[in-house]
DNA sequence: CTCTTATTTCAGTCTTGACAGAAATTTAGG
DNA sequence: CCTAAATTTCTGTCAAGACTGAAATAAGAG
């Protein structure tokens, strides 16, 4: 079995992004040939369609499961393991953006307040720069609880948000 | 000149966040530098304070002025360039987001509407792969549009936006 | 309990990209 | 023009981490 080539092109592409946004190329690829995948794939068909090492798929497909994206499932009578992919996208994206919150957000907010604390105590420190620190702060603090918001609401809702865009400013100045 | 210890881990936390997300250590250290700056610093300055290369510094600086994150001023007599970072935190999340859209939707965007094109020559497809990328593709699209019309969006509306979170959505259901 | 097959762990190799330092270029003043 | 200061470009080195292949472990079947 081999992959087709618009399916090998989403597959190339989609680890190239991979490394631009945290993980590496072969566990980005994995993903993306699960998900296109109409069935759960087995750790050896994944070596055999991405050629890559069966040691390096094992630690991926670990990765990928950590992050909630990729579950096991078995065949009656086969004791092999198979694996599959998060197919709704709204729920990919729910999943990645905890990702992100929790890689990058969550060790910068830490940062923040605690320097927010240490440069009160620096009389040397220029006004300016503790009122830029806590803007930042806010700042993050602000878009830390938008992901958390997000989190929970349900697809329906959020593809009508993001259909709406900018729509709902008009909505908006009344309210204050 | 020196940096306070406060400022000293803001600029290393921001400097090792830089690599998690698209550029390197150098380049983010340099921003984080120049936002906590109250006045605007020669390159020279931040070859010290950093303790890298001129050479370094003089690239990364190129590179955030690209991203329009850093622009150049000038003191009266004095030819040396100084430098200076966007100080409103909005601003910079505009010019992030900005970046992100270009770094990572807009290659993805242009291959998902190519393969969904060549899938449609594969017979050899399955029906559910298709489907899967028409889905990823739209959603895609989705979120580059709300990228493109979040940009537009004024920063107190913006403020507001994000305060109200998902409290949106209770004004919404009517809407259909 | 042993053999076979599937999976994981580990150590070494290789690739990528950041960075320093030197060389080249640009720019303003004399 | 020529000189000196500032800046940029370029090349080699080094470090981080992805990936492979081998060795170790685990788990069913007979």
Redesign the interface.
């Known amino acids: 079995m081999d992959l087709?080539?618009?399916?090998e092109?989403?597959v190339l592409?989609w680890g190239e992004?991979g490394t631009?946004?945290?993980t590496n190329r072969t566990v980005a690829q994995i993903q993306a040939l699960l998900?296109?995948?109409?069935r759960p794939l087995r750790a050896d068909e994944i070596v055999d369609l991405l050629s890559v090492a069966r040691s390096n798929v094992s630690t991926s497909i670990r990765e990928l499961q950590s992050y909630g994206l990729v579950k096991m499932t078995h065949m009656l009578g086969d004791r092999r393991d198979y694996f599959e992919c998060l197919?709704d996208?709204?729920e990919l994206?729910r999943v990645i953006l905890e990702q992100r919150k929790q890689?990058?957000l969550n060790?910068?907010l830490s940062?923040?307040r605690?320097?927010a604390v240490?440069?009160g105590d620096?009389s040397?420190?220029?006004?300016?720069?503790k009122e830029?620190?806590q803007?930042?702060l806010?700042?993050v603090e602000?878009?830390s609880?938008?992901y958390e918001?997000?989190q929970?609401?349900p697809t329906p809702?959020l593809?009508?948000?993001?259909?709406l865009?900018?729509g709902?400013?008009k909505?908006?100045p009344s309210?204050k």
Chains 1, 2 share one sequence.
């Open positions: 087709t080539p618009a399916v092109k989403y592409h992004m631009r946004w945290g998900y296109l995948s109409p197919s996208v709204w994206f890689r990058e060790p910068t940062m923040l605690d320097v240490e440069v620096e040397e420190t220029d006004p300016v720069t830029r620190i803007n930042m806010q700042f602000s878009t609880d938008w918001k997000i929970g609401v809702t593809q009508k948000l993001m259909k865009g900018t709902i400013t909505a908006l309210k």
